[in-house]
């Protein structure tokens, strides 16, 4: 159980354009999803915190208009990069929980490699 | 700010040695500290979790220690094996929303 998918695993896009990522849990209600970012040889970074219903909370030095994140439902949330360019090329992890039933523990997608030439 | 440092951040040993990967994390508030496995291009699987009120976890050939007060988290890998290659992070849990903080990672190179 606890199984969370991502569409597209890869995506390659043109500068300026705009690439909509999903995350959905599969067999659980994630009230809270997570969406991190990962250039290559580092960690993960935490982008956004979005509950179901309401807008997400972004972290310091992300921009809010150009990741939008909507999170409609209890088992997708999507994130949108606006605008892109080569710079937002990165690995894009979401994860997403339930507290009444995973607790505090997050399970992860599998990630979107974004290429933006 | 909460900062979580690994050390080493690589590592290469001969198949079958035991090995311990160290993670520290500046402020001891967390609720929770998970281990993760990371292979090349690909998502996160998770290996262990410790409660905060817990002191080690262990699975098969891992075993995961904390100590809250100390601000320190091991990871205690038996007999390891070729397959085990991978990068390794540890996270600690903090906050009303349950966020994760990740360390940048070692990465593990066990040589058949």
């Known amino acids: 159980g606890a199984v969370v998918s991502q569409h597209p695993s890869w995506v390659i896009c043109k500068s300026g354009t705009s690439v909509k990522i999903e995350c959905r849990s599969l067999d659980f209600q994630a009230t809270t999803m997570f969406w991190y970012r990962q250039f290559p040889k580092q960690s993960l970074m935490l982008m956004a915190t979005s509950n179901e219903g309401s807008k997400a909370t972004y972290e310091q030095g992300v921009e809010k208009d150009k990741f939008l994140i909507n999170h409609a439902s209890l088992t997708l949330s999507t994130l949108t990069v606006t605008s892109a360019h080569p710079e937002d090329s990165s690995f894009y992890i979401c994860s997403a929980r339930d507290f009444g039933r995973t607790g505090s523990e997050q399970y992860f997608g599998p990630g979107t490699r974004l290429t933006v030439t | 700010k909460q900062e979580v440092t690994q050390i080493p951040a690589a590592l290469s040993v001969p198949e079958g040695e035991n090995l311990v990967l160290n993670c520290s994390f500046t402020d001891s508030a967390i609720y929770n500290l998970q281990w993760f496995r990371q292979d090349p291009g690909k998502g996160l699987t998770s290996l262990l979790l410790i409660q905060s009120s817990q002191r080690e976890q262990t699975s098969g050939r891992l075993n995961a220690s904390l100590d809250k007060s100390s601000g320190r988290s091991t990871l205690y890998i038996a007999a390891s094996q070729p397959g085990d290659s991978a990068t390794y992070l540890c996270?600690?849990?903090?906050?009303?929303?349950?966020?994760?903080?990740f360390g940048s990672g070692t990465q593990l190179t066990v040589l058949p």
């Open positions: 996270a600690v849990i903090i906050g009303s929303a349950r966020q994760l903080t």
